[in-house]
């Protein structure tokens, strides 16, 4: 046997099941046909179980036990919440006139007063409310902030237009000091009126952006996401705007950060294997998770998700298919459930052999993120677990980038498909 063949049968034995780190110009051995068949198979799969959660779309959290939670919010016309304010202000009116002072009880957002429900996996919030008195020192501010705020929504509302979160925060700058005191209230309010966030008239600023087989109309302008530049076309802020969902697309690749975004569009990855990319650049903002919900249920398509090996990467990933203890009230709107966590895991360390100086050390911040969510009902699954346990025990961490080790196109050519052709997903 000639030398390089017995240290190449040497090397094998000492790495069982790990792979080679390929060179730059390589090229995946995975033909699309074999890809689509595992993504067209899990569909399937997927078409199935939607089927059967239709059945019980309408139950909530009370049809399963659970007496101590808040009804849950929905859509409301501009009327509606007109109406709504209305009566809130009515109550606070009757509280001064009767020698009480102004006040309003206040849903508790607090993340101790959420609760995840397994059989509707995502987080609710429970039904604990905090009374806000003007009178009171510690509530004075925001009782203030509370008012005004519910007057610019119903102003919005009255003209039927709409405001973003920043153009609402600069309305009353010298009250409200900071935006995220002018952003917190403004989810309050959605609470007290039984109503989505986006039904305020509020919006966040465009962060989301998405490329890929889809078509909609935006206010009636015809958007073809294969035609949009690897940029990507913007996620609109009103996702109300948004119909006709169509496409060819056969599944959602959900990803994290703005810079694998780029290299997926760049290298026309939807071309070759037809789907829709999606990112947030980061943590999800209201737009991009509405945008998302509603892509799926017009295609009726699985989605795949690729994220850092990081514990804010599968935090990330948890807003998405879970929701957040911060929205909890509206987790019904927001949440994307069952979605496929394809990669970077800890496991994918080691089985492609992601280079030492590819890999970074947690740093104190992580190790707590991994503890905390650890403890969370909704870290079941045996197989999230593990991975999860890993990232806390190794106190190792890598960025998607990390592939780049292997050529600029690794991702794109190598890593995807064949983690797609193996159904290398939890």
């Given at each position: 046997?000639?030398?390089?063949?017995?240290?190449?049968?040497?090397?094998?034995?000492?790495?069982?099941?790990?792979?080679?780190?390929?060179?730059?110009?390589?090229?995946?051995?995975?033909?699309?046909?074999?890809?689509?068949?595992?993504?067209?198979?899990?569909?399937?799969?997927?078409?199935?179980?939607?089927?059967?959660?239709?059945?019980?779309?309408?139950?909530?959290?009370?049809?399963?036990?659970?007496?101590?939670?808040?009804?849950?919010?929905?859509?409301?016309?501009?009327?509606?919440?007109?109406?709504?304010?209305?009566?809130?202000?009515?109550?606070?009116?009757?509280?001064?006139?009767?020698?009480?002072?102004?006040?309003?009880?206040?849903?508790?957002?607090?993340?101790?007063?959420?609760?995840?429900?397994?059989?509707?996996?995502?987080?609710?919030?429970?039904?604990?409310?905090?009374?806000?008195?003007?009178?009171?020192?510690?509530?004075?501010?925001?009782?203030?902030?509370?008012?005004?705020?519910?007057?610019?929504?119903?102003?919005?509302?009255?003209?039927?237009?709409?405001?973003?979160?920043?153009?609402?925060?600069?309305?009353?700058?010298?009250?409200?000091?900071?935006?995220?005191?002018?952003?917190?209230?403004?989810?309050?309010?959605?609470?007290?009126?039984?109503?989505?966030?986006?039904?305020?008239?509020?919006?966040?600023?465009?962060?989301?952006?998405?490329?890929?087989?889809?078509?909609?109309?935006?206010?009636?302008?015809?958007?073809?996401?294969?035609?949009?530049?690897?940029?990507?076309?913007?996620?609109?802020?009103?996702?109300?705007?948004?119909?006709?969902?169509?496409?060819?697309?056969?599944?959602?690749?959900?990803?994290?950060?703005?810079?694998?975004?780029?290299?997926?569009?760049?290298?026309?990855?939807?071309?070759?294997?037809?789907?829709?990319?999606?990112?947030?650049?980061?943590?999800?903002?209201?737009?991009?998770?509405?945008?998302?919900?509603?892509?799926?249920?017009?295609?009726?398509?699985?989605?795949?998700?690729?994220?850092?090996?990081?514990?804010?990467?599968?935090?990330?990933?948890?807003?998405?298919?879970?929701?957040?203890?911060?929205?909890?009230?509206?987790?019904?709107?927001?949440?994307?459930?069952?979605?496929?966590?394809?990669?970077?895991?800890?496991?994918?360390?080691?089985?492609?052999?992601?280079?030492?100086?590819?890999?970074?050390?947690?740093?104190?911040?992580?190790?707590?993120?991994?503890?905390?969510?650890?403890?969370?009902?909704?870290?079941?699954?045996?197989?999230?677990?593990?991975?999860?346990?890993?990232?806390?025990?190794?106190?190792?961490?890598?960025?998607?980038?990390?592939?780049?080790?292997?050529?600029?196109?690794?991702?794109?050519?190598n890593y995807l498909p064949e983690k797609i052709a193996a159904g290398d997903w939890l």
């Amino acid at each position: 046997m000639p030398p390089r063949a017995a240290s190449a049968k040497k090397r094998s034995k000492k790495s069982p099941g790990k792979r080679k780190g390929p060179g730059p110009d390589s090229v995946c051995t995975k033909d699309v046909a074999t890809v689509m068949k595992k993504v067209r198979e899990l569909r399937g799969i997927m078409k199935k179980r939607r089927q059967e959660s239709a059945k019980t779309k309408s139950l909530s959290a009370k049809d399963f036990g659970h007496i101590d939670v808040k009804k849950e919010v929905a859509d409301m016309s501009a009327r509606g919440v007109m109406a709504s304010i209305a009566r809130i202000i009515a109550n606070a009116a009757s509280s001064i006139m009767s020698g009480k002072g102004l006040g309003y009880m206040v849903p508790s957002r607090n993340p101790k007063n959420s609760v995840f429900i397994p059989e509707l996996q995502r987080i609710v919030l429970k039904d604990k409310e905090t009374e806000r008195a003007f009178g009171a020192t510690a509530t004075v501010r925001k009782t203030a902030i509370t008012t005004r705020v519910l007057q610019l929504v119903h102003e919005l509302c009255r003209a039927g237009i709409h405001s973003t979160k920043r153009d609402l925060f600069y309305t009353d700058v010298k009250l409200f000091q900071k935006q995220e005191e002018s952003d917190d209230i403004l989810n309050d309010a959605a609470c007290m009126v039984g109503c989505t966030r986006n039904s305020l008239n509020v919006v966040a600023t465009m962060k989301g952006v998405c490329v890929g087989c889809v078509t909609f109309r935006e206010a009636g302008d015809l958007i073809d996401c294969t035609r949009v530049g690897v940029g990507g076309k913007a996620i609109p802020a009103f996702t109300d705007n948004i119909t006709d969902v169509t496409g060819s697309a056969e599944f959602v690749l959900l990803v994290e950060k703005d810079a694998a975004f780029m290299r997926l569009a760049e290298d026309r990855f939807y071309n070759t294997y037809p789907c829709v990319i999606i990112t947030a650049k980061g943590q999800p903002d209201v737009g991009t998770r509405l945008f998302l919900k509603k892509v799926v249920d017009a295609l009726n398509i699985p989605v795949l998700a690729l994220m850092d090996s990081d514990p804010y990467g599968l935090k990330i990933l948890s807003v998405y298919t879970q929701g957040s203890k911060n929205m909890s009230y509206d987790s019904l709107n927001l949440t994307t459930p069952d979605i496929k966590w394809l990669g970077i895991r800890p496991s994918d360390l080691d089985k492609y052999n992601i280079p030492e100086q590819c890999r970074l050390d947690m740093t104190a911040s992580d190790i707590k993120m991994g503890k905390d969510m650890l403890n969370e009902a909704y870290m079941e699954d045996p197989r999230w677990r593990g991975e999860l346990e890993a990232m806390v025990r190794t106190k190792k961490k890598a960025e998607i980038q990390a592939l780049s080790a292997f050529g600029f196109q690794y991702l794109t050519r190598n890593y995807l498909p064949e983690k797609i052709a193996a159904g290398d997903w939890l």
